[in-house]
């Protein structure tokens, strides 16, 4: 099994910047691929971004693209999605995953989720 565990949401202004973070832990060398989706209640779960687990090989929505860098710190064992020029249509619950055989855009293809952090963007 594999535990996520994400930090850092918050409320940030129009334009600003956030990082956040996803601690693993658990059978993490059985991981292929990390990603970050969001999801507003009541609608579909949204890909943000994804890459594999021991690096390389990102790839991006096209939202988010040049705004939204995922990254990870193979020693602390964490994935990152820094986040900036965040506007108003960023707010939403982030979710990390993690999957033991793709990158994948679709949620369907992830095997562990972590509880989701909140990011509000005020005008």
């Known amino acids: 099994q594999v535990q996520l565990v994400e930090s850092g949401g918050g409320l940030v202004q129009n334009g600003g910047s956030l990082r956040l973070s996803c601690a693993a832990s658990?059978?993490?060398?059985?991981?292929?691929?990390a990603g970050w989706f969001r999801q507003v209640p009541g609608k579909e779960r949204e890909f943000v971004a994804a890459?594999?687990?021991?690096?390389?090989?990102?790839t991006y929505a096209d939202s988010v693209k040049g705004r939204f860098t995922i990254a990870r710190d193979n020693a602390k064992n964490t994935v990152y999605l820094q986040m900036n020029s965040l506007n108003p249509d960023d707010t939403d619950v982030y979710y990390c995953?993690?999957?033991?055989?793709?990158?994948?855009?679709?949620?369907?293809?992830?095997?562990?989720w972590g509880q989701g952090t909140q990011v509000t963007v005020s005008l």
């Open positions: 995953a993690a999957d033991r055989a793709v990158v994948a855009r679709a949620s369907n293809q992830y095997d562990y």
């Open positions: 658990g059978r993490t060398f059985s991981l292929y691929a």
């Open positions: 890459m594999r687990w021991n690096g390389g090989m990102r």
